[in-house]
Structure formats: C-alpha cells, structure tokens
T-cell receptor, first 115, second 115 residues
Framework: DVKVTQSSRYLVKRTGEKVFLECVQDMDHENMFWYRQDPGLGLRLIYFSYDVKMKEKGDIPEGYSVSREKKERFSLILESASTNQTSMYLC??????????????FGPGTRLTVT | AQSVTQLGSHVSVSEGALVLLRCNYSSSVPPYLFWYVQYPNQGLQLLLKYTTGATLVKGINGFEAEFKKSETSFHLTKPSAHMSDAAEYFCAVSDLVTSGSRLTFGEGTQLTVNP
C-alpha cells in the first residue's frame, strides 16, 4: 500500500514563527503536492514538485515556500506564520501523468492553528 | 482552464436509500476524472477513477460513477446508503494536455446518512 505520512497531525504556532511541515512518501512517486483545505473552498494547491529540487507554484503560493532535497520528502515552509494560515494542510504524491495512473495519494493532514 | 462543479454542498439521505452526488466538469480535451472520499480528520482516499475505456466505473465500498461526455458529467452513485458512508466527497479532473499531473478539485459535497 502507498503510504504518505505527515510529520504532525495537530500543530499550534504563534504569529511570526517559522513553521515546517514535512511529508514523506514510500512509493517512489515523482510528483508531490501541498494543498490547504478550508471549509467551503475545497482543496487549493499551494506548490507541487515533479522532481528533486524542482518546484512549481500552485494557485495560492503567497506566504509559503517548499523544499525537496530527496525524492521521498517534500517540505512546506511558512516563513512567518500568520493567523490567516490557520488551516488543514494536506500532502499528496503521484506518478508522472504519462504513466496513466497519476491519481494522487494523500497523507492524513496537519491541522495548523496560528494564534 | 479546467473546472469542476459539485452540485449541492450538503446531501442528506436515509440509510438504505440511493446516494447520488453530482459532478460536472469543464475540459477542452478528454478528461481523467476522479472521486475521492474524506472521513473526519483524515486525508482523502481514492474511491474510483475514469481514464479511458468503459464509461461506467466501479469503485470501492459499492460506489460507481458514469462518465457522460455529452453531459460533461461524472456523477457518483451507490444503490443503498450505509451509515459509514457519511463523509465529504470530492470530484476532481485532470487532462494530459493542460494540467499534466495536477488535479482540479470541486468544492466537495458533505454526505449525511440518517438512520
């Protein structure tokens, strides 16, 4: 079974803190994604990566950065956390689209609260 | 650009009744279509997917969906609802031309199953 793990299920941080969210997948997937999920807004893509050290902006990259130093690990960084970044953060991974089987596999999520 | 519309942010059914969750998509090229389920405080789990071939797709937990190109729809059905089906359901679309590995998600439909 594909397994995508996230470093924390629940996290509470203060405004202005630097926050790291980590995601690890064990299926040798090329793609990795970070989403945030808010009520009524569905899933919104923050960043994704299709290879080590490669990254692409998603729909809402402002206030976030990412790092992918190893194929299995994708980190989301909030340089200076703000209250409007309180949300559920979901990591996902998939094979590249030309394999045909490019469905995304999700981690359990990290519920981040910024106070 | 692709888009997904899920009609009805909340759907309520009785246990044993038909479940019908609606999804319409917009895509200028042949789409890949997905349904995901999210149980409380968990990540998303793939229910089923349409890539090519048979338009009626069967998934896990007794769910199925039919791809109707003429109606640009991919509605999710289950003949008889069970209490354990209560969750949020997301429809998603991708295509190999404009989005590659990226999925565009609908805003989700919360399914309530009443005893």
């Amino acid at each position: 079974d594909v397994k995508v793990t996230q470093s924390s299920r629940y996290l509470v941080k203060r405004t202005g803190e630097k926050v790291f969210l980590e995601c690890v997948q064990d299926m040798d997937h090329e793609n990795m994604f970070w989403y945030r999920q808010d009520p009524g807004l569905g899933l919104r893509l923050i960043y994704f990566s299709y290879d080590v050290k490669m990254k692409e902006k998603g729909d809402i990259p402002e206030g976030y950065s990412v790092s992918r130093e190893k194929k299995e690990r994708f980190s989301l960084i909030l340089e200076s956390a703000s209250t409007n970044q309180t949300s559920m953060y979901l990591c996902a991974s998939s094979f590249l689209f030309w394999t045909g089987d490019h469905e995304q596999y999700f981690g359990p999520g990290t519920r981040l609260t910024v106070t | 650009a692709q888009s997904v519309t899920q009609l009805g942010s909340h759907v309520s059914v009785s246990e044993g009744a038909l479940v019908l969750l609606r999804c319409n998509y917009s895509s200028s090229v042949p789409p890949y279509l997905f349904w995901y389920v999210q149980y409380p405080n968990q990540g998303l789990q793939l229910l089923l997917k349409y890539t090519t071939g048979a338009t009626l797709v069967k998934g896990i937990n007794g769910f199925e969906a039919e791809f109707k190109k003429s109606e640009t729809s991919f509605h999710l059905t289950k003949p008889s609802a069970h209490m354990s089906d209560a969750a949020e359901y997301f429809c998603a679309v991708s295509d190999l031309v404009t989005s590659g590995s990226r999925l565009t998600f609908g805003e989700g439909t919360q399914l309530t199953v009443n005893p």
